[in-house]
């Protein structure tokens, strides 16, 4: 794999990579590691070369990854709710406290399902991947998936709605969820990861 088609997978897939390791890793740190990691597997193997379909590779490789990296829940859920700041998108001042509020709901509610629903739901309803897609990175039949991402909705909406928030159904449910879970990717890790590439640094060097 050239140089150039890794930095621009990561482009693309980068943000998808880092949100998803948020909601399983245990915290910011240990997301960053499984996120790193699963570049580095991507890179070394070169699939990002071949006829497969890299998002949902990087998917399935970011989820082991984290589940490897993470620490406990509770200690997962104070420093990633910490590290989800709200949207740099501009909004009306009179709109903002309460926008962010919202954001600060849903994030809550979407890390407090279990992990066999929020997985599903941040796969297909966040991360816009299929239903077929999301059984094949998760090892499960379709019908698994449907109900979990089912279970997992109605979940959401009953503790939304005791939070305040009873209108978010249906696509306005979708959209907050998505909103809610946008996070910049550290400029750290984009770093590392781009460094992951780049060429050897030339042994020695001309004498003046």
Same mark, same amino acid.
């Given at each position: &794999?050239? $140089?150039?088609?890794?930095?621009?997978?990561?482009?693309?897939?980068? /943000? &998808?990579?880092? /949100? *998803?390791? *948020?909601? !399983?890793? $245990?915290?910011?740190?240990?997301?960053?590691?499984? !996120?790193?990691?699963?570049? &580095?597997?991507?890179?070394?193997?070169?699939?990002?070369?071949?006829?497969?379909? +890299?998002?949902?590779?990087?998917?399935?490789?970011?989820?082991?990854?984290?589940?490897?990296?993470?620490? /406990?829940?509770? @200690?997962? @859920?104070?420093?990633?709710?910490?590290?989800?700041?709200?949207? #740099?998108?501009?909004?009306?001042?009179?709109?903002?406290?309460?926008?962010?509020?919202?954001?600060?709901?849903?994030?809550?509610?979407?890390?407090?399902?279990?992990?066999?629903?929020? *997985?599903? !739901?941040?796969?297909?309803?966040?991360?816009?991947?299929?239903?077929?897609? +999301?059984?094949?990175?998760?090892?499960?039949?379709?019908?698994?998936?449907?109900?979990?991402?089912?279970?997992?909705?109605?979940?959401?909406?009953?503790?939304?709605? @005791?939070?305040?928030?009873?209108?978010?159904?249906?696509?306005?449910?979708?959209?907050?969820?998505?909103?809610?879970?946008?996070? #910049?990717? #550290?400029?750290?890790?984009?770093?590392?990861?781009?460094?992951?590439?780049?060429? #050897?640094? !030339?042994?020695?060097?001309?004498?003046?």
């Amino acid at each position: &794999m050239k $140089g150039s088609q890794f930095e621009d997978i990561f482009r693309k897939h980068a /943000g &998808m990579a880092y /949100g *998803l390791a *948020l909601g !399983v890793a $245990g915290g910011p740190s240990a997301a960053e590691d499984a !996120v790193q990691e699963a570049f &580095m597997y991507l890179w070394r193997t070169g699939a990002g070369s071949r006829a497969v379909d +890299v998002r949902a590779y990087l998917a399935s490789a970011v989820i082991s990854t984290a589940r490897d990296s993470r620490r /406990g829940e509770a @200690r997962r @859920r104070t420093r990633e709710e910490a590290v989800l700041a709200d949207s #740099p998108a501009a909004e009306a001042p009179a709109d903002a406290a309460e926008s962010a509020e919202q954001r600060s709901a849903v994030r809550a509610a979407l890390l407090g399902l279990a992990e066999e629903r929020r *997985l599903p !739901v941040l796969l297909h309803v966040v991360q816009d991947f299929s239903q077929r897609e +999301v059984a094949r990175i998760l090892d499960l039949p379709v019908s698994t998936v449907s109900h979990r991402i089912n279970e997992g909705l109605d979940e959401l909406r009953s503790a939304l709605g @005791r939070a305040g928030f009873a209108g978010l159904t249906g696509g306005a449910l979708d959209a907050a969820l998505q909103a809610g879970w946008q996070v #910049p990717v #550290p400029a750290g890790l984009a770093a590392r990861i781009e460094a992951i590439a780049a060429p #050897p640094p !030339v042994a020695g060097g001309a004498v003046g």
